[in-house]
Nanobody, 122 residues
Framework: QVQLVESGGGLVRAGGSLRLSCAASGLPFSGYAMGWFRQAPEKEREFVAAISWIPGSTYYADSVKGRFGISRNNAKNTVYLQMNSLKPEDTAVYFC???????????????WGQGTQVTVSS
């Protein structure tokens, strides 16, 4: 059974930082691209960042480029999202996802975590 478990969310002031983690089990982690998406209340799920199964190929939404960094540790079956210079508009539930390609589109991802709440106060 595939499981993706996010952690590291919380409440932070604007300008602060958080690092999210997503621990994967039940799948050949190194063979999957990983993505981070987020969903704010009453909004659609939106792409944040993705990383290919070969570390080094990363992709970001324009809204987070230069502030967020995605990385992975295949030995630990974990993907990370380092979030710096956080803004109130970054407030959302953040989800990690596993799929065959590092796309910005949610549908091709095969597996999803339950999400972790990130709240940025002004």
């Amino acid at each position: 059974q595939v499981q993706l478990v996010e952690s590291g969310g919380g409440l932070v002031r604007a300008g602060g930082s958080l690092r999210l983690s997503c621990a994967a089990s039940g799948l050949p982690f190194s063979g999957y691209a990983m993505g981070w998406f987020r969903q704010a209340p009453e909004k659609e799920r939106e792409f944040v960042a993705a990383i290919s199964w070969i570390p080094g190929s990363t992709y970001y939404a324009d809204s987070v480029k230069g502030r967020f960094g995605i990385s992975r540790n295949n030995a630990k079956n974990t993907v990370y999202l380092q979030m710096n210079s956080l803004k109130p508009e970054d407030t959302a539930v953040y989800f990690c996802a596993a799929g065959r390609t590092p796309t910005a589109i949610p549908a091709p991802y095969n597996y999803w975590g339950q999400g972790t709440q990130v709240t940025v106060s002004s």
